[in-house]
């Protein structure tokens, strides 16, 4: 859009000069004319946008005028056949009438115009009033877009049209790994990117090729690289591939979607044929979660199990962010609380479900992003949960007698996803402490935590389940 006040409003103060100052007949209308020829190229410079109505309307008001006038003369020089000209001012009219708008303005006009139709309009009256209607001030014009020079002309239609010009990415390769649909990428450290892509043919007048990243992402987070191939030699279709260098800069947070890249075509000069068709995998997710820059547990395999289920979870369409931000917030807290258990043997021997159930309460609420919003003994479907954290219900249990797997603790899933579904929620928690006496190696934490899909009558619901390892035993105890 540019702003053409200054270059259109003089043709408005000559016309509205030019209406009000009556002279001779031969240098009124045509000065009359002339204002009108000078309005209506203000009225074509405002391209599309809604003054240029406002200035078209004007410009032909003032051509009635001239008409008017010129009728007048007419009569007093009583030539043949004068009334033409009140006649052509009379249909002019009625054509305006039915082009103009409903806006204030044309109102007015068509208004001030009115006396045309009458037997002996006096054009005096006509012109002063016009001069006097207000016009609103327009600043800004919309031109209309330019097409392009290949655009332009028009193929005959026995003419053969060229193939479509597509460009197809192959490739996408970073650190020599092919990228997944989201590729994990470690932040603020430099990796390869290597991209393949083949162009169906190279249009006329073009020298090269650029492919540009495309995102919404902060510029300041990310480098990646632009792809240049000069025009080649030999017959289409063309292959380019080449590496370049891209960073992540920021880490991103555990609830933070992954940052999206898109790849997009263009040649150079841009007045070549376009557009481009750009077909293939030209899209990079890459997730910058580094818990080893930014620990979420302390517990690095933890950390990355997490991650995991976050991602599953997100595949997921029914589940809501919202969700899925709660259910990470509540196992960090217990994937902590699992990492501690193992290294500093915190349950040595069973303990009764009432006292891991006030355990578990008390480390949730140090989390300063649960706190008070952790509810104890909650309803859902029926029963009483044993913790709930914004909707999302967490069943506790202790097993005193025998040793549990985590392929063991499914038997309670059901309940713990039927509490999910009283509460509207498709994802619940189950934390189980396993305490009983043991004489070999614990397994890893992150071993320990596994989604359980529970299919009801409908959809499936997500129980996560966490087996906290107790009865530990001291490693000088297996050398024994």
């Known amino acids: ?77 009583a030539e043949q056949d004068a ?7 009379r249909k002019r009219l009625e054509r305006l009438a039915t082009e103009a708008g409903q806006t204030v303005f044309e109102a007015a006009v068509l208004a001030c115009l009115a006396p045309i139709q009458t037997a002996d309009p006096d054009s005096g009256a006509i012109r002063s009033a016009l001069a006097k209607i207000p016009m609103p001030v327009a600043i800004i014009a919309d031109p209309e877009p330019q097409l392009p020079d290949w655009a332009r002309h028009d ?21 020599g790994k092919a990228a997944s649909h989201i590729h994990w990428l470690a932040p603020q450290q430099t ?11 190279w249009p006329d007048g073009a020298d090269r090729i650029q492919l540009s990243p495309v995102s919404v992402e902060p510029s300041r987070t990310f480098e990646l690289p632009i792809f240049e191939f000069e025009k080649p030699a030999g017959a289409p279709p063309y292959f380019f591939s080449e590496t370049g260098r891209m960073v992540l800069h920021t880490p ?72 899925i931000a709660d259910v990470l917030q509540i196992l960090v807290v217990l994937g902590n609380l699992m990492g501690q258990t193992v290294q500093d043997a915190l349950y040595p021997a069973p303990i009764p479900e009432a006292q891991f159930q006030a355990d578990v309460r ?14 104890e003994q909650a309803q859902a479907g029926g029963g009483r949960t044993d913790l709930s954290f914004r909707g999302v219900r967490i069943e506790l249990k202790s097993e005193r007698k025998r040793a549990l797997s985590l392929d063991d603790c499914r038997q309670f899933a059901s309940q713990a996803a039927t509490y999910a579904v009283g509460t509207n929620r498709l994802v619940s928690i189950l934390c189980v402490l396993e305490a009983t006496p043991k004489n070999a190696t614990p397994f890893p934490v992150e071993d320990g935590i596994q989604i359980v899909p529970v299919q009801t009558a409908g959809s499936p619901v997500y129980v ?12 000088s105890d297996l050398s024994r």
């Open 1 to 77: 859009m540019n702003a053409i006040l200054e270059q259109v409003y003089p043709s408005r103060i000559e016309a509205i000069a030019a209406l009000r100052d009556a002279t001779s007949k031969s240098s009124d209308t045509e000065r009359l004319k002339s204002a009108a020829g000078a309005v209506q190229s203000a009225a074509q410079l405002f391209g599309r946008a809604p003054a240029a109505r406002l200035w078209a309307t004007f410009a032909e008001a003032i051509e009635c005028v001239v008409l008017l006038e010129t009728w007048r003369w007419a009569v007093l020089a």
């Open 83 to 89: 009334d033409r000209y009140l006649r052509a001012a």
């Open 155 to 175: 193929r005959p239609a026995d003419e053969a049209r060229p193939e479509e010009l597509a460009v197809a990415f192959l490739e996408f390769a970073i650190d």
């Open 191 to 201: 990796h390869d990117l290597h991209l393949a892509v083949k162009v169906s043919r």
């Open 252 to 323: 991103q947070a555990l609830a933070a979607r992954p940052y999206e890249f898109m790849y997009a075509a263009e040649f150079s000069p841009l007045d070549s044929e376009q557009p481009v068709v750009v077909a293939g995998q030209r899209v990079l997710r890459l997730d910058g979660t580094d818990p080893k820059q930014s620990p979420i547990t302390g517990y690095y395999g933890v950390d990355r199990k997490l991650l995991e289920i976050r991602d599953q979870l997100r595949r997921e369409p029914r589940i809501p962010e919202q969700e």
């Open 362 to 375: 008390k480390w949730l609420r140090a989390s300063k992003y649960i706190g008070s919003e952790l509810e």
């Open 464 to 475: 996560i389940t966490c087996l906290v390892q107790g009865g530990v035993p001291r490693p």
